[in-house]
């Protein structure tokens, strides 16, 4: 099985930045896409960023220009950094990766139990 675990959320005023990392554990044969998605209060889950195994980012438009997601394959791990926060930025962060596991030949969505970023005005 593959264990999903976030870090680095929040409280933090409006303007100010944060960095959510994310671990990729277990028997893991390879990593494909990685991503972070959120969930703000009464609302549905949505991709914030996302990058390939080869370094591709892609951000939603809400997101551009502030937030930079980065990982690091050798540590199966993902990062979010995200500058000039919004209030409309409050969500709770959920870290995915798209792994194989060793002997299973497809991949499966893992997710993490997702971290709170908070963002005051």
């Known amino acids: 099985q593959v264990q999903v675990v976030e870090s680095g959320g929040g409280l933090v005023q409006a303007g100010g930045s944060l960095r959510l990392s994310c671990a990729a554990s277990?028997?893991?044969?390879?990593?494909?896409?990685m991503g972070w998605y959120r969930q703000p209060p009464g609302k549905q889950r949505e991709l914030v960023a996302s990058i390939t195994s080869g370094g591709t980012p892609n951000y939603a438009d809400s997101v551009k220009g502030r937030f930079t997601i980065s990982r690091d394959n050798a540590k199966s791990t993902v990062h979010l950094q995200m500058n000039s926060l919004k209030p409309e930025d409050t969500a709770v962060y959920f870290c995915t990766a798209k792994a194989r596991t060793t002997g299973v030949a497809f991949y499966n969505d893992y997710w993490g139990q997702g971290t709170q970023v908070t963002v005051s005005s």
């Open positions: 277990g028997s893991i044969f390879r990593i494909n896409d």
